[in-house]
């Protein structure tokens, strides 16, 4: 396999959509970057920027923002989070 995509994903320590997001990344062997908006409340504002949403997770592969969990599940459910990861390696 080629390099890993770059996965960040603005989460919180207790956010349960933000471990099962996690937890389906790990079995695609993708290590997320966390940034946790609840100790660093200025990244909180710049995700709400970015993205235009007040809710964790957000997830981004390479440039793309994928959504929350419930997004990135439904991509899996679809047979495209592999396509999207390799494209973004």
Known sequence: MGEQARVLMYCTRI???????????????????????????EQLAEMMR??????????????????GYTDLAELERGGKLDTLLAAQS
């Open 15 to 41: 956010c349960p959509y933000c471990t099962m997001a996690d937890r389906l990344l790990e079995r695609k062997g993708v290590k997320a970057e966390k940034i946790h908006v609840d100790e660093l409340p």
């Open 50 to 67: 970015i993205t235009g949403r007040t809710t964790v997770p957000q997830i981004f592969i390479g440039k793309t923002h994928v959504g």
